[in-house]
């Protein structure tokens, strides 16, 4: 499935931010070019650079990267069940709390790939499966509808908004 494929009522405008940093093109390649960069982002960077804020209050690159990672988990696991028709109406998150929590401190260049790689690996596995019909599926999630194949998309420009923040403010 394309972009250009989705319908109004598949995404609230809110998220279309995330859907015009994807290109017209297929939901896998799209998901495939997106991690690509991540990683190749993450190899160059400088271990040291994991713990800068470009400001005050402003999270570290760290942080944004593990946002990235926790925010396509739970869309993907919304789009795993929209997939199988699952009607119940699913909780938004607060980000902010996710973000404090995710001990970035901690983390390493190599730990943050490891478990990117393992998120983008079991969502790939999702939408590969997926035949047309069930990517058109509509569920809710944090009030609004989404579709399955929305989701994916949401996912791979929500990475690319990010990647484009981090290379013009933290660079």
Same mark, same amino acid.
């Given at each position: 499935?394309?972009?250009? +494929?989705?319908?109004?009522?598949?995404?609230?405008?809110?998220?279309?931010?995330?859907?015009?940093?994807?290109?017209? +093109?297929?939901?896998?390649?799209?998901?495939?070019?997106?991690?690509?960069?991540?990683?190749?982002?993450?190899?160059?960077?400088?271990?040291?650079?994991?713990?800068?804020?470009?400001?005050?209050?402003?999270?570290?690159?760290?942080?944004?990267?593990?946002?990235?990672?926790?925010?396509?988990?739970?869309?993907?696991?919304?789009?795993?069940?929209?997939?199988?028709?699952?009607?119940?109406?699913?909780?938004?998150?607060?980000?902010?709390?996710?973000?404090?929590?995710?001990?970035?401190?901690?983390?390493?260049?190599?730990? *943050? *790939?490891?478990?990117?790689?393992?998120?983008?690996?079991?969502?790939?596995? *999702?939408?590969?499966?997926?035949?047309?019909?069930?990517?058109?599926? *509509?569920?809710?999630?944090?009030?609004?509808?989404?579709?399955?194949?929305?989701?994916?998309?949401?996912?791979?420009?929500?990475?690319?908004?990010?990647?484009?923040?981090?290379?013009?403010?933290?660079?």
């Amino acid at each position: 499935m394309r972009l250009s +494929e989705l319908k109004e009522n598949e995404f609230n405008h809110f998220y279309a931010t995330y859907l015009n940093m994807v290109k017209d +093109e297929e939901l896998l390649e799209a998901l495939v070019k997106s991690s690509d960069w991540f990683v190749d982002y993450i190899t160059a960077l400088k271990k040291e650079k994991l713990s800068y804020a470009y400001g005050p209050n402003k999270w570290s690159i760290a942080e944004v990267l593990l946002h990235i990672i926790d925010t396509e988990r739970i869309f993907q696991y919304r789009a795993f069940r929209f997939s199988r028709n699952d009607q119940t109406a699913l909780p938004g998150f607060d980000h902010e709390a996710y973000v404090r929590e995710s001990e970035s401190e901690k983390r390493t260049k190599g730990d *943050i *790939i490891a478990e990117f790689l393992t998120v983008r690996a079991a969502t790939l596995g *999702i939408f590969r499966a997926l035949p047309n019909e069930k990517l058109k599926r *509509i569920g809710t999630a944090s009030d609004m509808p989404w579709s399955v194949a929305a989701l994916g998309f949401v996912i791979s420009g929500h990475l690319k908004h990010h990647a484009k923040i981090l290379e013009e403010r933290y660079s």
